[in-house]
Every structure is written in C-alpha cells, then in structure tokens.
C-alpha cells in the first residue's frame, strides 16, 4: 500500500520568515502534486512536478521533486500571512493512458502569524 | 475560469437513507473523479471515471456505492444505504487528461455529507 507522509503536520510561522515542507512516499512514482485547501474550501492546485529533479515556483512557493529519494519539498520564501493554509502533496500511480490515481499526504497545515 | 461544480453543498441524511451527490465537471475533461475527506483528515481516493466506465476504485468503494455519468454533463456518486461513517466532504475532481499528464485534476468545492 502507498504511503505519502509530509511533516510537519502544523507549521506555525512568522511572517517573513523561510521553511520547507516535507513530502515523502512510499513507491516508485515521478509524477506529483502539491494542492493548497483553504478551511472549508476545495483543493487547488498549485504545481505538477514530472520528473526527477523538476522544480517549479510560483510567487513564494517553490516545489521540487526527487524520484530516487521518493522526495518532495514545498519550500516557502519570507512567508506572508495570505499563505496560512493547508498544503496536500500527492502521488500519481495511475498507469499513463489510463486515468490518474492519486494518494494523497497526510497534509501540513500552515498558519503564519504577524 | 471553467470550474466543476457540486450540488448540494450540504446534505443531511438519516443513516440507511439512499443519497445522491451531483457533480458538473469541466465541460472538455474526459476522466472524472470522486473523493472524500474526513474532518480533519487526508483526501481520500474513492473512484475515477473514462469512457463511460469506473477506472479504478478503492477499497472504500464498496457496493454501496456507485457512478454514473447519465447524460454529456453530470456526473454523481450514489450511496445506497448510508452509514455514520460515511459523513464526510466528498470532492468531485474532472481532468482533461488521465495519468502522467502536465495538467493536474481540478476539484469542486465539494458536498458535506452529514449522516444522523
């Protein structure tokens, strides 16, 4: 069985300040997902990382892939307090061609305090 | 933006009642998904959609449940005989494209099922 673990679970941070987000998993897999889910409110996506050694960045956030390590990061430049949110990585096992199937992490809720 | 659309956004049902979650997804995506969460958990995979059939499903996707794509829009998650346990958020999910593609699954604000 699949197992994607991200720490920590709860991030409380100052504003401004820089942190990183773990994502590990249990399988052979180079295609991920990071999501952000604010209280109560759906799931958006926020990048998609292919293969080993993609990173992409988008405003404060930066993720990374590592397929040998069966690693992800989610790093977080000088956060701001916009940011405060639960973050989800997830992991594609779904067979190319076929529809995805993803397993999600545990989930890492951030909240960033002035 | 396109969205995927979920009505109702709250359900309330007494347990062994039959319930229906209706989903609009994307209106060019081919591959459909359910989802559900706990309160306070990790999003979990139910089911995937394509080509009129399930794909995959999980483990929690027992015959209580079922979908259905009954006409070129909709697309719902019936639960037969509903449980406590089966209280949860339930996020449908659309994509355009299937595995091992740039373009990530695109989620609805979800359903609150709340069992009595």
């Known amino acids: 069985e699949l197992k994607v673990e991200q720490n920590p679970l709860f991030l409380s941070m100052q504003e401004g300040k820089n942190y990183t987000i773990y994502c590990n998993y249990s399988?052979?897999?180079?295609?991920l997902y990071w999501y952000r889910q604010d209280p109560g409110k759906s799931l958006e996506s926020l990048f998609v990382?292919?293969?080993?050694?993609a990173v992409k960045q988008e405003g404060r956030l930066m993720a990374s892939l590592d397929t040998k390590a069966r690693l992800s990061t989610l790093h977080i430049t000088a956060a701001v307090h916009d940011l405060s949110a639960t973050y989800f990585c997830a992991v594609d096992i779904g067979d190319t061609g076929t529809a995805s199937k993803l397993t999600f992490g545990t989930g890492t809720r951030l909240q960033v305090t002035l | 933006e396109p969205e995927v659309t979920q009505t109702p956004s709250h359900q309330v049902t007494q347990m062994g009642q039959e319930v229906i979650l209706r989903c609009v997804p994307i209106s060019n995506h081919l591959y459909f998904y359910w989802y559900r969460q706990i309160l306070g958990q990790k999003v979990e995979f139910l089911v995937s959609?394509?080509?009129?059939?399930?794909?995959?499903k999980s483990e929690i996707f027992d015959d209580q449940f079922s979908v259905e794509r009954p006409d070129g829009s909709n697309f719902t998650l019936k639960i037969r005989s509903t449980k406590l346990e089966d209280s949860a958020m339930y996020f449908c999910?659309?994509?355009?494209?299937?595995?091992?593609?740039?373009?990530?699954?695109?989620f609805g604000d979800g359903t609150r099922l709340s069992i009595l």
């Open positions: 999910a659309s994509s355009r494209r299937g595995a091992n593609s740039n373009q990530p699954q695109h």
């Open positions: 399988t052979t897999s180079d295609r």
């Open positions: 959609f394509y080509n009129n059939e399930i794909s995959e």
């Open positions: 990382l292919l293969s080993n050694g």
